[in-house]
């Protein structure tokens, strides 16, 4: 006897049973494609009640069942959708597919296109190293000729080459014999004839596209003052700040960066077939062919790195009073230190009582023909041209003198107060938050002050809040516990105010500020 239960007994019937629609389901194509539409709907029209009765109706047909019933029945069970069946029953896919066209709507035919696209993809990655070479072999001559080859970053990236359409419905599995056909038919078509299978070395495409885009930036600083040196006007690529990225990006366009290792002559030869070369001038890197000497271009040369040197110096430097400080590492400890020494010997901090707020007149709307001052991407006033160190700077030294004038108008306030990320440069502790759309929170009870300080070179007019900020803005904008502290000519000690301003989004801002360029910019009038 079995050691079966009753449940047991009953649970196998189900299964055995209970999955005879999706046995049915997989079964009926293959049936037709065996028997025909008529013989297969007799054999499962009505449905049989259970797999035996099922399997009594199949098995006079055995000998044209692609399997014998009881094995079709089995593999029914074991397979996941049709195509599993299929395989399993080794029916043929292009066959069977044409079947399964013919039985639409209630079938469709099995498509295996991701999975020969995937194919391809391997087998194109496999073998790329040899397929760039034979391109580069094929296009060489052009390349030689310092013909720009338009199509040659799209060509090198081998995405063109992809599995037919037609292989979806016809092809099974797409073997290596297949894919390796497959390829030299995309070769040949896009390069209008057989690709070579030979040629000279090469050097590998890593190593030569890094070398030449050393090259180009090695050599770009003296053609600019080559070019300066001749007095010749210096074309696009050469008069921009960010020259040799673009030259590189050019060369590389037109697919000069991977075939041999480039000179300095070469990059002034791909520079003038581009036509980004004066016209009146040799294609030479060399200074004697334009009747210079290596010392007239030096000097150029020099005067030049000197210039960028200084402008770069202006970008990392902020001046309080007759001292200068780097910041650009960050570090705003000295400066923390001379900004002490300055309030202690300079003018009070000026600006309203905390009882009493920045007196704003009301400003109008703007009209749609008005001014464009507003448009996005506009800097707000006192931060144009100033570089990211810089605005850190300004942003830390607005907090700082808001600290100290909230300490003189807020008895509350105390080294806690500042909640903000710049507290780490004045303060140990807590390094602070800049997410939390204010950088002051006063008083310790439910109802705390927060200050959100925005600070200025200029005299102020105009305000930009982040998105953490205005966010802070909506979520008070019920009440006046969110304020807002201007510090305006914040490097200016004799004009330098700090004004308390009300939430834009509460009753008391309302009518006070204008929507500059989106709702996170806002212009105000004192």
Known sequence: MLDLSVHQVRETAHRLDGSLAGVLERCFPLLVHALGTERARELTDPDPADAREFLARLEPYDAALPLPAAQLIAAARDARDIDGLRALADVDFANLNRTLAGLAPRYRPISHAEAHEEAVRRHVDFGRGLLIDRLRWARREEFD???????????????????????????????????????????????????????????????????????????????????????????????????????????????????????????????????????????????????????????????????????????RIISLGERDFDIESGDFTELASELRSALASGPPLSGSARSRWAALKPIPPRRATGSSSGRPGKRVDGERGLSSAQRSAIGFIGEWYAYQWLREQDRATDETSWVSGNRAHVFPGPAGDDSLGYDFEVGSGRNPRLYEVKATQGPGGQIELGETEVRAAQKYGGSD??????????????????????????????????????????????
């Open 145 to 315: 000729a310092r013909r720009p080859i338009a199509d040659w970053p799209a060509l090198r990236s081998l995405k063109w080459i992809t599995a037919p359409e037609e292989w979806a419905f016809t092809v099974d599995t797409a073997d290596a014999g297949l894919l390796r056909d497959l390829v030299e038919q995309a070769l040949t078509a896009r390069l209008g004839a057989p690709a070579p299978t030979r040629g000279e070395r090469l050097a590998a495409m890593d190593r030569l596209r890094s070398h030449n885009q050393a090259v180009i930036a090695r050599t770009t600083p003296d053609l600019v003052a080559l070019v300066k040196a001749a007095d010749q006007p210096a074309p696009a690529a050469l008069a921009k700040a960010a020259a040799a990225e673009v030259i590189t990006t050019l060369l590389d366009e037109a697919g000069a960066l991977d075939f041999r290792e480039l000179s300095a002559d070469d990059v002034v030869g791909w520079l003038a077939a581009l036509g980004q070369w004066p016209t009146g001038m040799a294609a030479s890197s060399k200074p004697q062919a334009h009747g210079l000497t290596p010392a007239e271009v030096d000097r150029v040369r020099n005067a030049a790195e000197q210039a960028r040197a200084e402008r770069a110096k202006r970008r």
């Open 481 to 526: 516990r969110w304020r807002i502290l201007v510090v305006t000519s914040v490097l200016d000690a004799e004009h330098r105010q700090i004004r308390m301003l009300p939430n834009p989004f509460s009753e008391r801002g309302r009518g006070l500020y204008r929507e500059e360029g989106g709702a996170l910019r806002f212009a105000y009038r004192l």
